[in-house]
C-alpha cells in the first residue's frame, strides 16, 4: 500500500511538472504600457502603446479590450484594427519577446488597454 502510495505521488509530481511545463506562457505574459509620446495632434496629447511579450513562445492573434477607445491620429489598421470593444494588434501576426510591438494614439488621456486574447505559439 505504501509503495502504491509513492508510486502515485511520483506520477502525481511528473503530472504537475508537465502540466507546468504546458501552461509556461499565458496572456498574462503579454504586457501593455502606455507613456505620454511628448508631442501634440491636433491640440490633444499624443501617447506611445508599448505592448511587450514576456514570454519565450510568439503570442499571436492578440487582442486588447478598446472599451471607450478614441483617438484624432489615424491608425493603420494593420497595427491595430478597432471592432467594436476589441481590437486586433499587428493585423493578428505574431508578437515576440525582447521585440515590444508599439503604436501611437492621441486623445486627451490615457486608455488602459488591456489583453483578453491571444494564440500562443511555442514552436
Ligand atoms: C473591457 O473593459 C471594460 C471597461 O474597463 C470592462 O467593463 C469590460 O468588462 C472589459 N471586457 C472584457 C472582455 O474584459
Ligand atoms: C480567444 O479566442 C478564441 C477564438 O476565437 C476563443 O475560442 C477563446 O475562447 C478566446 N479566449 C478568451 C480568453 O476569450
Request: glycine share 6%; net charge neutral; with cysteine.
Given at each position: 500500500m505504501a509503495a502504491t502510495n509513492k508510486i502515485f505521488?511520483?506520477?502525481?509530481?511528473?503530472?504537475?511538472?508537465?502540466?507546468g511545463y504546458g501552461q509556461s506562457c499565458s496572456?498574462?505574459?503579454?504586457?501593455?504600457?502606455?507613456?505620454?509620446?511628448?508631442?501634440?495632434?491636433?491640440?490633444?496629447?499624443?501617447?506611445?502603446?508599448?505592448?511587450?511579450?514576456?514570454?519565450?513562445?510568439?503570442?499571436?492573434?492578440v487582442k486588447l479590450n478598446c472599451t471607450g477607445f478614441q483617438t484624432l491620429e489615424l491608425i493603420d489598421p494593420s497595427v491595430l484594427s478597432v471592432s467594436g470593444n476589441v481590437c486586433l494588434v499587428n493585423a493578428g501576426k505574431p508578437i515576440i519577446s525582447n521585440d515590444p510591438f508599439t503604436f501611437?494614439?492621441?486623445?486627451?488621456?490615457?486608455?488602459?488597454?488591456?489583453?483578453?486574447?491571444?494564440?500562443?505559439a511555442c514552436s
Amino acid at each position: 500500500m505504501a509503495a502504491t502510495n509513492k508510486i502515485f505521488s511520483i506520477l502525481l509530481f511528473l503530472g504537475l511538472i508537465f502540466q507546468g511545463y504546458g501552461q509556461s506562457c499565458s496572456l498574462n505574459d503579454l504586457s501593455v504600457s502606455v507613456a505620454k509620446a511628448g508631442s501634440f495632434i491636433q491640440g490633444k496629447p499624443e501617447w506611445e502603446v508599448t505592448i511587450a511579450n514576456n514570454c519565450v513562445c510568439k503570442q499571436q492573434n492578440v487582442k486588447l479590450n478598446c472599451t471607450g477607445f478614441q483617438t484624432l491620429e489615424l491608425i493603420d489598421p494593420s497595427v491595430l484594427s478597432v471592432s467594436g470593444n476589441v481590437c486586433l494588434v499587428n493585423a493578428g501576426k505574431p508578437i515576440i519577446s525582447n521585440d515590444p510591438f508599439t503604436f501611437k494614439y492621441a486623445w486627451d488621456y490615457l486608455f488602459q488597454l488591456t489583453p483578453i486574447n491571444s494564440t500562443i505559439a511555442c514552436s
